[in-house]
């Protein structure tokens, strides 16, 4: 099975990831709040019995196959702005809602089944990459400004109260992916401008202007790289040009 190829490949540890997609759209389909309540319970409890627990293969965190984006509407480019004008779209509000109720299901003592769950942290995804990187392949200033000020709003005050005593606590923490475009032959220039530069950026604003700096789970991914053929990890291959180091994937 799949544990089995991972434990092949020397991996040890997974993220496995809640397919909250599903749920999401699926509310959309149900007026009656318990009965979209009672989907979401059921997706949860079977996605907690593939937590592997013990044996060669353990489970780190969890995560969720969607995260928010920050549309261009949603807030003014001020990303020292004041947390006042938090966004009133339906499809805003209903993520947030979905994930109270989420973190409400997994804290509930009496669902023994998602005690795998109870017992790691989730790790609540937000793509800077597709965000901030314009189709040219340079940053954009405005939506990068525009995720600073959501994602210090949304720790501090903005998430339901779940969330943000989770987040205090750090039983949930953010994922932060960034990516870099392709075809670059620099990838040290590549990393400090997609990556460290932004990062930094970030964790900045939280230290002038939160009380409390969440865990954060950063990740950086660049299409110019290309899978070591010394590497065993055979599963997600990652391909490209290049063969040789510092570029190849490792």
């Excluded at 496995?16 to 389909?29: A, D, E, M, N, V």
């Excluded at 001020?78 to 499809?91: H, S």
């Excluded at 903005?158 to 039983?171: D, F, H, I, R, S």
């Amino acid at each position: 099975g799949f544990l089995a190829a991972m434990k092949d490949a020397g991996i040890t540890q997974v993220i496995p990831t809640l397919p909250f997609s599903r749920i999401y759209s699926q509310s959309y389909s149900f007026t009656d709040a318990t009965v979209s309540e009672q989907k979401m319970t059921q997706h949860v409890q079977r996605f907690a019995l593939t937590i592997p627990t013990g044996g060669d293969v353990s489970a780190v965190a969890w995560s969720l196959d969607l995260g928010v984006k920050v549309g261009k509407g949603w807030l003014a480019p001020t990303p020292e702005a004041a947390c006042k004008n938090e966004p009133d779209l339906d499809e805003y509000q209903r993520y947030k809602s979905l994930m109270e109720g989420l973190l409400r299901l997994v804290q509930d003592s009496a669902l023994s089944q998602v005690e795998p769950l109870r017992k790691i942290p989730l790790l609540l995804p937000f793509d800077f990459g597709s965000s901030i990187v314009s189709p040219n392949g340079v940053i954009s200033e405005d939506d990068f400004a525009r995720c600073r000020l959501f994602v210090r709003c949304f720790t501090t005050e903005w998430a339901g109260p779940e969330l943000l005593a989770a987040l205090k606590k750090q039983t949930v923490k953010w994922l932060w992916a960034f990516a870099a475009p392709g075809g670059n032959d620099k990838p040290d220039a590549v990393a400090n401008t997609f990556f460290q530069a932004p990062l930094n950026t970030l964790l900045h604003d939280f230290a002038l202007n939160a009380t409390t700096t969440p865990g954060i789970v950063a990740m950086f991914g660049a299409p110019a790289v290309t899978r070591d053929p010394a590497d065993p990890n055979n599963i997600v291959p990652d391909f490209g040009s290049d063969t040789d180091a510092p570029n190849q994937a490792h």
